[in-house]
T-cell receptor, first 114, second 111 residues
Framework: NAGVTQTPKFRVLKTGQSMTLLCAQD?????MYWYRQDPGMGLRLIHY???????AKGEVPDGYNVSRLKKQNFLLGLESAAPSQTSVYFC?????????????FGPGTRLTVL | DQQVKQNSPSLSVQEGRISILNCDYT??????FLWYKKYPAEGPTFLIS???IKDKNEDGRFTVFLNKSAKHLSLHIVPSQPGDSAVYFC??????????WGAGTKLIIKP
């Protein structure tokens, strides 16, 4: 039982390049989330999904796209990376019942855009 | 507009003493509050939570207090241990989907 895993752990991009961050969970959770964390700030929600095939915008969605083709995977895409997207990205998941709103997090992906 | 504020970026406490971390919020619609703990190079992990219908929740060394009239909650850790050194995030929810996060407080436990 690996919980929530994220690939890759680190990445350096040049401005304008594209990439996809992969999040996988093996807990059969319905809800999945993508956050970014910047120095001196809390986690900010980029996009989220309440089930397979669904996605919704969070607080800071611009410049990102997501897909949830399989229940266990949630992909975050950057089509044309910008230096402002330099951040640590966290994926999280939660079940629909039980502990109210407890989210389980992956270890993070540190992205640098030059 | 920061709806959840943690005004102390860092806090230093002697081992064995009480650590008190504070969090203020502005949205009276929040109905659930959570504390997460984060070590470097790891994701946040859930610590303790409280519903808005309660004023206290306890779990071992950790107690969260909620003062709705003041829109304030606090996390007490007694006694503080070296392994408690981490960044603590306060988060609040008013829907079943999203959490609003504070900026975090770095707790340092001194031996």
């Amino acid at each position: 039982n690996a919980g929530v895993t994220q690939t890759p752990k680190f990445r350096v991009l040049k401005t304008g390049q594209s990439m996809t961050l992969l999040c996988a969970q093996d807990m059969n959770h319905e809800y999945m989330y993508w956050y970014r964390q910047d120095p001196g700030m809390g986690l900010r929600l980029i996009h989220y999904s309440v089930g397979e095939g669904t996605t919704a915008k969070g607080e800071v969605p611009d410049g990102y796209n997501v897909s949830r083709l399989k229940k266990q995977n949630f992909l975050l895409g950057l089509e044309s990376a910008a230096p402002s997207q330099t951040s640590v990205y966290f994926c999280a998941s939660r079940r629909t019942s039980g502990s109210y709103n407890e989210q389980f997090f992956g270890p993070g992906t540190r992205l640098t855009v030059l | 507009d920061q709806q959840v504020k943690q005004n102390s970026p860092s806090l230093s406490v002697q081992e064995g003493r009480i650590s008190i971390l504070n969090c203020d919020y502005t949205n009276s619609m929040f109905d659930y509050f959570l504390w997460y703990k984060k070590y470097p190079a790891e994701g946040p992990t859930f610590l303790i939570s409280i519903s808005s219908i309660k004023d206290k929740n306890e779990d071992g060394r950790f107690t969260v207090f909620l003062n709705k009239s003041a829109k304030h909650l606090s996390l007490h850790i007694v006694p503080s241990q070296p392994g408690d050194s981490a960044v603590y995030f306060c988060a609040a929810s008013y829907s079943n989907y999203q959490l609003i996060w504070g900026a975090g407080t770095k707790l340092i436990i001194k031996p």
